[in-house]
């Protein structure tokens, strides 16, 4: 994979501090390669593999204030906008991308923007259909990546009445027509992947699913890197996530050896645990609706690692915790072979 810088934020989040070589274990970097700091100035540019910024924005729950939350996000130098049809708010995203590129001096084609087929419109002759929709709400004439959302269709004739590989080809048409520049998945087993790669000339560009530091899947991102796929992280702070349900491990933020490193390098837990996914060759795409948690998340570009740092907060994936996880509710099994798949860590507590 070749590292290309070629975003650049507003010049005025740009942040000058000592850089310490040790941030990121090159030599071991798991996955794709990290972009090296040239200089001895380390600025708030949102680091970039194969185009798509490790820095991503999360719409996900995002309500009353989503168009204001977006644009603020795009004033502040988030690059990479994760939607989905899913999320019921592509229209509020749509009118806060037209005001983030309104007053800022860039256009639509500074912007890394993504959606999700969902699983309703999983029949192929339905798929143009929903990017069609995605993309008059969202208000641009094309996407940078359409997912998959999972590999379950829905509907009144059962769930796996359309095979996921009849949906990916009609996918696949819609990088022919341009509707989208890449294709991929999202919350796909082992056995799901190798069963598209088997039937398909098309290889997913990015794979999307949970990882944070309480659920980790290094193997699982080796095998993606073995195989060209990107892989972005979504819920990088765990739990915090209201949706999901409280309880053990501990919120993420308030772990002692996410505080304790946060306190030391001067950093905040969240950009702590940001730049851990980042120096893992993951892109992130944290949610907020708070504007200064937004211009916080977005510093974790700025936040300085030690390699000793990221071997620490390895050890917390010991436990494996996986908090999305719609297999009872939907009578499946999803993730079948990976961490936690069946709410195992339930007898850690
Ligand atoms: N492909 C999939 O199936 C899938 C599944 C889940 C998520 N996603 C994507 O991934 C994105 C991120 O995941 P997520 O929304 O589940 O969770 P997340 O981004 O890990 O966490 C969001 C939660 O953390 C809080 N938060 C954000 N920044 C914070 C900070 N600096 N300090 C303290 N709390 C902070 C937010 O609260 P406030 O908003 O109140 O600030 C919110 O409750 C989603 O929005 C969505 O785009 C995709
Ligand atoms: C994919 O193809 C390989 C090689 O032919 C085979 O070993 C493997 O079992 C196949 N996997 C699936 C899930 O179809
Ligand atoms: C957005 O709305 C939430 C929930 O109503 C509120 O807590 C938050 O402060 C609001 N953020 C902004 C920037 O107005």
Redesign the pocket.
Known sequence: MKAILTLLPLAAFSVSQNVNFEQIPLEEQPIGEIPLQTSSVLTTEPLTIDGIPLLGFGTWNLKTNCSEAVSWAIQTGYRHIDCAAAYGNEHEVGRGIADGLLNTDLTREDLWITSKLWNDHHDPNKVEAAIDDSLEKLGVGYLDLYHMHWPVRSGSLGRNYIDYRDTWNAMSALVEDGKTRHIGVSNFSP?QM??L??HTSHTPSVHQMELHPYLQQTDWIKWHEKHGIHVTAYSPFAGTNPTYQPGDPEHLLKNKVITKIADKRGCTAAQVALQWGMARGTSVIPKTSHLERATENFHSLDCVLKKKDLEKIDELGKAHHRFNNPSKSWGLDLYEGLEDSKGEHKKHS
């Open positions: 056995n190798e069963n790669l088997n």
